[in-house]
């Protein structure tokens, strides 16, 4: 199996990329290309041009300040893994990522391209729900950031506009008396989620002043799960507060049946991996 | 879609190769270049049988451009062994009976090397993790694992 044809265009700057995008009509941007190239073979996808970034060390990299640690787009899964800086400042990235496909796939696999490619199968997107993360963007009009939340639209549709190029991420600290969790159900290695979900809560006196629950692959994009964050939120968190919760992150989910279970199995998932991802949560958050 | 010139090592080898924008790494080493030990399985980066050393690192060459590899380093499974014979991930594999068909071989081989650079010393379960990312459709991990864990030793006796 090989793409149809297209025109290769290796970016030399990021500027460049933008003015490839904005100058070519049916312009795809190639990152790690472990999405992209699968899609293309497969005729999902038939750009007519391909801009590489696969070049541009400008766009690889973790970075701390302060509070806030920004991420290059092309920075790869594994190098996620193996980044100090989130070990010790944000290792629910560092889990998200061992959960991202094998290794092979994870050397070229990035960061940018997970989250940008709009695919509710990818682990990043809910993970940067969970996060608040913001996406740094650069367009023919300069460069804007922009929330996650709010970011992704539907399946493959995301607030990414056609000339526009991913460049940064940038996640908060995980801090003391602040829990995360990542739980993803999948058949095997290499597959994308039946149902996973990422949770960040932060406890005051072990009551939750904030909680952000996402999930992956269980609507037709990454979504936060609101109502079961509002109902513990201010609360002590408790196993009968979190059944409630989990009522309402089934309420939640939209999944598509497949071979990987019918909707009825992976609403029932979601709620697992988030009562699992809370718990995991809150424990950390008590450590 | 006019053809492109690219030049990368290839086992220690400076290659050249005229390659279209849409074809694949795997193809042109298997088929410009002739060494036909890397395989072609999933074609869509599941199963690793085409796994290939692309500038250090394991790569799947179903679901890398050619273009992509120009300038880089490349290593197959014909990289491995020298003119002393079999490399130790090999000779393993033969001792712990880490095939059946074989089909899955050179990309279980390609890997089990760089995972070994990686990490000289692994556990079990270190191994299982870090191979991963390749399938044996006769399923003979167990002896995959073996070999793997038997090639750790004899490199680091060496």
């Given at each position: 199996?090989?793409?149809?044809?297209f025109?290769?265009?290796?970016?030399?700057?990021?500027?460049?990329?933008?003015?490839?995008?904005?100058?070519?009509?049916?312009?795809?941007?190639?990152?790690?290309?472990?999405?992209?190239?699968?899609?293309?073979?497969?005729?999902?996808?038939?750009?007519?041009?391909l801009?590489?970034?696969?070049?541009?060390?400008?766009?690889k990299?973790?970075?701390?300040?302060?509070?806030?640690?920004?991420?290059?787009a092309?920075?790869?899964?594994?190098?996620?893994?193996a980044?100090?800086?989130?070990?010790?400042?944000?290792?629910?990235?560092?889990?998200?990522?061992?959960?991202?496909?094998?290794?092979?796939?994870?050397n070229?696999?990035?960061?940018?391209?997970?989250?940008?490619?709009?695919?509710?199968?990818?682990?990043?997107?809910?993970?940067?729900?969970?996060?608040?993360?913001?996406?740094?963007?650069?367009?023919?009009?300069?460069?804007?950031?922009?929330?996650?939340?709010?970011?992704?639209?539907?399946?493959?549709?995301?607030?990414?506009?056609?000339?526009?190029?991913?460049?940064?991420?940038?996640?908060?600290?995980?801090k003391?008396?602040?829990?995360?969790?990542?739980?993803?159900?999948?058949?095997?290695?290499?597959?994308?989620?039946?149902?996973?979900?990422?949770?960040?809560?932060?406890?005051?006196?072990?009551?939750?002043?904030?909680?952000?629950?996402?999930?992956?692959?269980?609507?037709?994009?990454?979504?936060?799960?609101?109502?079961?964050?509002?109902?513990?939120?201010?609360?002590?968190?408790?196993?009968?507060?979190?059944?409630q919760?989990?009522?309402?992150?089934?309420?939640?989910?939209?999944?598509?049946?497949?071979?990987?279970?019918?909707?009825?199995?992976?609403?029932?998932?979601?709620?697992?991996?988030?009562?699992?991802?809370?718990?995991?949560?809150?424990?950390?958050?008590?450590? | 879609?006019?053809?492109?010139h690219?030049?990368f090592?290839?086992?220690?080898?400076?290659?050249?190769?005229?390659?279209?924008?849409?074809?694949l790494?795997?193809?042109?080493?298997?088929?410009?270049?002739?060494?036909?030990g890397?395989h072609?399985?999933?074609?869509?980066?599941?199963?690793?049988?085409?796994?290939?050393?692309?500038?250090?690192?394991?790569?799947?060459?179903?679901?890398?451009?050619?273009?992509?590899?120009?300038?880089?380093?490349?290593?197959?499974?014909?990289?491995?062994?020298?003119?002393?014979?079999?490399?130790?991930v090999?000779?393993?594999?033969?001792?712990?009976?880490?095939?059946?068909?074989?089909?899955?071989?050179?990309?279980?081989?390609?890997?089990?090397?760089?995972?070994?650079?990686d990490?000289?010393?692994?556990?079990?379960e270190?191994?299982?993790?870090?191979?991963?990312?390749n399938?044996?459709?006769?399923?003979?991990?167990?002896?995959?694992?073996?070999?793997?864990?038997?090639?750790?030793?004899?490199?680091?006796?060496?």
């Amino acid at each position: 199996m090989i793409p149809s044809g297209f025109e290769y265009h290796a970016a030399s700057s990021v500027q460049d990329a933008i003015r490839l995008l904005t100058e070519n009509e049916d312009a795809k941007i190639l990152a790690g290309g472990h999405s992209l190239l699968p899609m293309m073979k497969l005729r999902f996808a038939e750009p007519a041009h391909l801009v590489d970034i696969n070049g541009l060390r400008e766009l690889k990299g973790i970075d701390r300040d302060g509070d806030v640690i920004q991420i290059g787009a092309m920075t790869t899964e594994n190098e996620l893994i193996a980044s100090e800086i989130l070990q010790q400042h944000c290792p629910l990235l560092v889990d998200a990522a061992k959960l991202v496909a094998d290794p092979q796939v994870r050397n070229r696999g990035t960061v940018g391209g997970d989250v940008a490619h709009g695919d509710p199968g990818n682990d990043h997107p809910a993970v940067m729900l969970a996060l608040d993360a913001e996406f740094v963007i650069q367009g023919p009009e300069g460069e804007r950031t922009t929330p996650a939340n709010g970011f992704y639209l539907g399946t493959y549709w995301t607030g990414l506009g056609e000339d526009e190029l991913l460049t940064a991420i940038r996640v908060p600290v995980i801090k003391t008396g602040t829990g995360y969790g990542y739980n993803k159900l999948k058949r095997k290695t290499g597959d994308y989620a039946t149902a996973g979900s990422p949770v960040v809560l932060t406890l005051d006196s072990d009551v939750c002043r904030e909680i952000r629950i996402g999930l992956t692959n269980v609507a037709p994009m990454a979504i936060r799960a609101e109502a079961a964050e509002d109902l513990l939120r201010g609360q002590v968190v408790t196993e009968a507060l979190i059944e409630q919760a989990a009522e309402q992150v089934m309420a939640a989910c939209d999944p598509a049946e497949d071979l990987r279970g019918d909707v009825e199995y992976k609403t029932h998932m979601a709620a697992e991996m988030a009562r699992r991802s809370i718990r995991d949560a809150l424990a950390r958050a008590r450590s | 879609m006019a053809k492109q010139h690219i030049s990368f090592s290839l086992n220690g080898q400076q290659v050249d190769a005229l390659v279209e924008p849409r074809e694949l790494l795997v193809h042109t080493i298997r088929e410009t270049l002739s060494l036909t030990g890397t395989h072609i399985g999933c074609e869509t980066s599941h199963c690793g049988v085409c796994t290939v050393d692309l500038d250090g690192v394991s790569v799947k060459a179903c679901t890398v451009l050619a273009m992509q590899a120009n300038g880089s380093e490349v290593m197959t499974v014909e990289g491995l062994a020298d003119a002393d014979g079999l490399h130790a991930v090999q000779q393993a594999f033969i001792e712990e009976h880490g095939l059946q068909c074989g089909f899955c071989t050179p990309g279980m081989l390609v890997r089990a090397y760089r995972f070994l650079r990686d990490n000289p010393n692994p556990t079990d379960e270190e191994i299982r993790w870090g191979m991963s990312g390749n399938l044996c459709r006769c399923t003979g991990y167990q002896n995959i694992i073996k070999a793997v864990h038997s090639a750790a030793q004899k490199l680091q006796q060496a």
